[in-house]
């Protein structure tokens, strides 16, 4: 199986559903856990699929399986709440505290802010609540993004990911195939054994550049 940003993602029947967005990597193992698939016309956030759900995968379109319930009721790859921080006055512990709006607010000082020495502050901590982001993907994964950069041993650019291979049957990645340049791009195919680290835009190798410049060039 192959998979790249930007392919389409089908129903089993042939229904589109959206686009490859990154693809979900365990950071240790290599598998591959999840797919990313882009917002779009059915439905308004990022969605994550498991790869057990994909019956196959070519250069630019993946199908889903027979099985698969609706692509809306998969989550969304990111989750937004608020927390509590502790800090900052509190709402008034009321029967309609639960319906204000999650909002802060400081009050308005005798003179205009832009006027106030510097460090001054209300006197206010801050809110009560901050806003965080999570996302939906198991601890020990990576959700990597095509382009991203990948890096030799010593630290010098050799490339940025233009797809990732998996075995389909163990669902793990393979090979990364990698290119270089503009106009005229030179690609090469790195099997994932030569993987050091990964984070979502960067890919570390454990060989150098001269390893890599090395590789007979990719030829599909």
């Known amino acids: 199986m192959e998979f790249r940003e930007k392919a389409e993602v089908l129903t089993n029947d042939g229904k589109k559903i959206g686009r490859i967005d990154r693809v979900v990597m365990d950071v240790k193992s290599k598998e591959l856990t999840h797919l990313v698939i882009k917002k779009g016309v059915l439905f308004t956030k990022d969605k994550v699929i498991p790869i057990e759900h994909v019956e196959s995968a070519a250069e630019d379109r993946v199908v889903l399986k027979k099985k698969v319930k609706a692509p809306g009721d998969f ?14 006055k509190p709402y008034p512990q009321d029967e309609n505290f639960s319906k204000r709006p999650l909002a802060w607010y400081f009050p308005l000082p005798a003179e205009a802010w832009w006027r106030m020495p510097v460090g001054y502050h209300s006197g206010h901590t801050g809110p009560p609540y901050v806003r965080r982001t999570e996302l939906n993907i198991p601890d020990g994964t990576v959700p990597l993004e095509e382009g991203a950069k990948v890096v030799g ?3 010098d650019h050799v490339g940025n990911v233009e797809r990732v291979y998996a075995d389909e049957e163990e669902q793990r990645a393979t090979h990364l195939l990698i290119s270089k340049g503009t106009i005229s791009k030179v690609r090469k195919l ?31």
């Open 75 to 88: 989550p969304d790859f990111e989750e937004t709440h608020y927390v509590e921080t502790g800090e900052g």
């Open 153 to 155: 041993s010593e630290g």
């Open 190 to 220: 790195i099997p994932t054994m030569w993987v050091d680290h990964v984070l979502d835009d960067e890919v570390w190798l454990s060989v150098d550049k001269n390893f890599v410049e090395d590789l007979p060039e990719y030829s599909p």
